[in-house]
Every structure is written in structure tokens, then in C-alpha cells.
């Protein structure tokens, strides 16, 4: 079975692009604002910032409680008069949930303060405290407008909000020349706007329709939503020890040269998530009929060939911006963050292996106690173990690559459960051989495109240098993969061809 024809089942092709293109947005624009913030903050005052971030984040996953995902849950389930109601149920439990959280942290401020080993930080939490009310009833718009099948909402929704975020997050501190405080009062007003467009757009798919009662009830909404949150709290824990090690341990200025540095290409998890969209539904009708085995055989099949086309797709871009790294780092956040290079490349070989996306194989196999259990036992090691790297070696960076090979770990626990469970052996469900081929020829046009701008008449420094490498590189990558027997082209265009067919 050809991926070609997964991308264009069921007209799923256009709705994974405009979710892509979402995020894609969301990720670019906020890239943008650490970009700016970097070079009108000191590093305390960005360290704070990304504290107050860090906390918002890490708490949005209890008090939302798992409420954003019963829409894409129940609303296929009930008319689209009922699903009216539901979603203004949902959104008006959601509000409760954001006056609770507002009300937490502005009574925890000092706690968290002291926690983190910040006193600035209680301040900023207190003027912070009031924007959870407002931008809780807020989630869900990609639940709802993903059921409906009008996910070029959801890119226009994240667009809009986004671009309004950057402008008044930013707008005052460039023109008042003004600190973290600044930027707060002005998220504060956005938030109140994010609020009006996101009520208007909650009411899109049910424009003209009356709203009918459903029989949904908050015990059942609750009943699907908090197992997920236990799930979430785990992950939360897992990504969430390093930040709070660094911080505690290392001070603020490095907190802010690894939050500017550790992060993962957003263009992964576009490929990835739509992958995952694609073949979750696939791979339930598979094991679910495999009756004879054939059906692993055909999984196997599909398995693979995703996989080699989202590393075809992914691999190359990664082994750019890893050569490219410290280039990369101080064009968007100065020379004052250059020491953020180490991290964004320790962050950026997890990409080698997160294209695998075992999740949509766990859930489809039934193996989501199992994957709540790994994610707690992950959780366990990344505290326990992140305590001991900070005390045997007291070094961030030494920090960054224990919780990048923990991610890396999971991954292979979970290829392993899988085998076990679909009675094949691991090496099976990875396409090593094409895997190194990508590889060799990524890394050796890379190495000829240094070599040619170093040979270039005049100097070529910061984005100069970045714009002309990523020109020779893909100039070079297209011609030379047939040397190596790929062929990159044929990957991006029947996605091409299925989204204008669509």
C-alpha cells in the first residue's frame, strides 16, 4: 500500500496541510518573539519571561484537564445542534477552570518564586495571574473545526491570534523600552482580544443552527478527559525536569540560553503529526481484521514506507541546521546567545529519531496502559536521574544530552513492545538501509557546500552565509540523490498533486 494513496484517503490530505500549516505559524511567530525579546531584555529579565512561560505551560496541562480534546471525541457522536451545546458546556467548565488557575497562581506566586529560586518571580506571576481566566475558554478550536472538516480555521485562528500575541507582547517593549512587566500588560490586553475571537469562532460551524440539548453529561466528559490528563502529567514531568534543574541549579542567565536553545525544528513535528494522522485509523482497521496475518504484513509494509518518506523528508533539513547550528542561533537571538548552540544541537538529534511515531501502533494495538505506564516510569528516571547528572557532573549541557538519550530510550522501549506484540523482530519495523543512505548523502553535500563558500572571493558571514549554504545545499541534494538511489522529489509531489486535487 502506497502513501500516495493514504495522503489522499478520505480528502485527508488538505486538512493534515492547513493543521500543519497552523502550527507551522504558531511556532514561526513565536520563534520571532524570542528573536526580539532576546535583544531588548537582559538576560534576568528573559530569564524571568521564560520562567513565567514555563510555569504557565507546565500548569495549563492540570487545570485544562484534559478538556480540549473531548471535542474531537464526542461532537462526532451528536448532530451538529447538539454539538452546539456541547461545546458551549465545555467552554463555560473550561472558563471555571481558568478562574481557578488564575486564582492558584496569584496565591502560589511566592511559592513558585522560592521553587525556582527567583524572587522577581512572584511579582511577574501576580501580574500574569489573570490571563488563564481569559485564554482557557480559548482551547479546543482545533477539536471542534478538525470534526467539521474546516481546518483552514484552525491555520487562519492560529495565524491571527499569534500575529496579535507578537504585536502587543512586543510592540511595548520596543517602543517604551521596556521590561518582561511591559510585556506582560500588553499579553494581558491580547488576551482579553484572543478571548472575543475565539467565543466568535467556537460559533463558526454552528452558524444558522439552533442549539439542541445533548445527552452528554460533565461525568462523562470528565470520564474520557482525566485519564488523558494523567497521561499529559506524566509527559509534562518528563519534559519539564531539565527546565526545572537548569533553573534551580544553574541560574537564570543559563535558563535562558537553554530555553532559547533546546528546542526541536518545528517542521518534525508537522510531518510526524500528519503522519500520525493518517495512519492511526489505518492501522486500527488492520490489526482489527487481522485474522490471518496478512494484516501484519500489510502494517509492516505501511509502516516502513512512511517512514522512509518522512525521513526523506526530514533528514536532510536536520543535517543542515546541524552543521549550521551556532550560524543559526546567534542570527535569531544575537551573539549574546551564542552559548545556545550546544543545546539547540544536543535538542536537534532527537529528530534522527523521533520520526518514528509509535503512537498511533500502541493505541491501535490497545497498548495505552502500556504506554501511560512508560511514560510514568520515564518520568521517575528523568527526575531521579536528571538530580544525579546535576550533582555528579553540575554541568547543563551534560543535562541536555541525559534527557535527550532518555527520549531516544523510550523510543526504542516502545519499537520493542511493538515487536513483541505483532511477533516480529525490531531491526523489521526500521528501514535501516535507506535511513544511511539519507544520511551519507545529506552529510556529504553539506560537507561540498562548506567547502564551496569557503572558496568564494569575498567574505561570507551570518545570513548571508545561512541564505547561500541552504541554496547550494538544496541545489546540490536534488541532482546528486540519484547517486545514492533516492529520490526526493517523488515524495513531495503526489502531496503536492493531492492537495490541489482536493
Request: aromatic share 14%; proline share 4%; charged share 10%.
Amino acid at each position: 500500500m502506497d502513501l500516495r494513496y493514504l495522503l489522499r484517503a478520505e480528502g485527508k490530505t488538505i486538512q493534515a496541510m492547513w493543521v500543519a500549516m497552523g502550527s507551522l505559524s504558531s511556532f514561526a511567530l513565536a520563534i520571532v518573539s524570542a528573536a526580539i525579546l532576546s535583544r531588548y531584555f537582559n538576560k534576568t529579565d528573559y530569564g524571568t519571561y521564560r520562567q513565567i512561560l514555563y510555569v504557565y505551560n507546565t500548569l495549563l496541562i492540570i487545570f485544562s484537564a484534559g478538556l480540549p480534546s473531548v471535542f474531537a471525541y464526542f461532537l462526532p457522536r451528536y448532530t451538529a445542534e447538539q454539538g452546539k451545546d456541547i461545546v458551549i458546556k465545555v467552554t463555560k467548565v473550561l472558563l471555571i477552570a481558568g478562574g481557578v488557575f488564575s486564582l492558584f497562581l496569584f496565591l502560589t506566586a511566592d511559592i513558585i518564586a522560592s521553587l525556582l529560586k527567583n524572587p522577581e518571580l512572584s511579582r511577574g506571576l501576580r501580574i500574569f495571574s489573570p490571563i488563564p481566566l481569559l485564554l482557557l475558554p480559548t482551547l479546543g478550536i482545533d477539536g471542534i473545526f478538525s470534526t467539521y472538516k474546516k481546518t483552514i480555521y484552525i491555520a487562519i485562528y492560529n495565524t491571527v491570534s499569534r500575529s496579535l500575541m507578537l504585536l502587543f507582547i512586543v510592540l511595548p517593549v520596543i517602543l517604551f523600552k521596556g521590561t518582561y512587566i511591559h510585556a506582560i500588560y500588553g499579553w494581558l490586553v491580547v488576551s482579553v482580544l484572543m478571548l472575543i475571537i475565539a467565543l466568535y469562532y467556537k460559533n463558526i460551524p454552528f452558524r444558522g443552527l439552533m442549539r439542541q440539548g445533548s445527552s452528554l453529561t460533565l461525568k462523562e466528559v470528565f470520564g474520557y478527559s482525566l485519564p488523558l490528563v494523567g497521561a499529559s502529567l506524566w509527559g509534562m514531568a518528563i519534559r519539564s525536569a531539565d527546565q526545572f534543574y537548569i533553573s534551580r541549579y544553574f541560574g537564570i542567565e543559563v535558563f535562558a540560553e537553554f530555553s532559547n536553545g533546546f528546542i526541536e525544528l518545528p517542521f518534525v513535528g508537522m510531518v510526524t503529526g500528519a503522519t500520525s494522522v493518517v495512519l492511526m485509523p489505518l492501522f486500527s482497521k488492520l490489526i482489527h481484521e487481522n485474522t490471518n496475518g496478512n494484516g501484519t504484513a500489510e502494517l509492516l509494509e505501511l509502516w516502513r514506507n512512511a517512514l522512509t518518506k518522512s525521513a526523506i523528508i526530514i533528514y536532510p533539513i536536520v543535517i543542515f541546521f546541524l552543521f549550521n547550528s551556532r550560524l543559526t542561533v546567534v542570527t535569531l537571538y544575537s551573539d549574546t546567545y551564542a552559548n545556545s548552540a550546544v543545546y539547540f544541537s544536543i535538542a536537534m538529534m532527537l529528530n534522527f529519531f523521533n520520526i518514528i511515531v509509535f503512537a498511533p501502533l500502541l493505541f491501535a494495538l490497545g497498548e495505552t496502559r502500556f504506554y501511560a505506564r512508560m511514560h510514568m516510569c520515564f518520568a521517575i528516571i528523568a527526575w531521579a536521574g536528571g538530580y544525579m547528572v546535576v550533582i555528579g557532573f553540575d554541568s547543563p549541557v551534560i543535562l541536555a544530552v541525559f534527557s535527550t538519550a532518555m527520549a531516544v530510550v523510550k523510543i526504542a522501549v516502545s519499537l520493542r513492545h511493538v515487536g513483541v506484540k505483532l511477533n516480529i523482530r525490531v531491526f523489521e519495523l526500521i528501514p535501516g538501509k535507506e535511513i544511511l543512505l539519507l544520511l551519507l548523502h545529506s552529510i556529504l553535500v553539506m560537507i561540498s557546500v562548506k567547502l564551496l563558500i569557503g572558496l568564494m572571493p569575498f567574505p561570507v558571514e551570518n545570513i548571508l552565509f545561512l541564505i547561500l549554504s541552504f541554496i547550494f545545499f538544496g541545489v546540490l541534494l536534488l541532482p546528486t540523490a540519484r547517486l545514492f538511489n533516492l529520490n526526493y522529489i517523488s515524495v513531495i509531489k503526489p502531496i503536492f498533486q493531492g492537495t490541489i486535487a482536493k
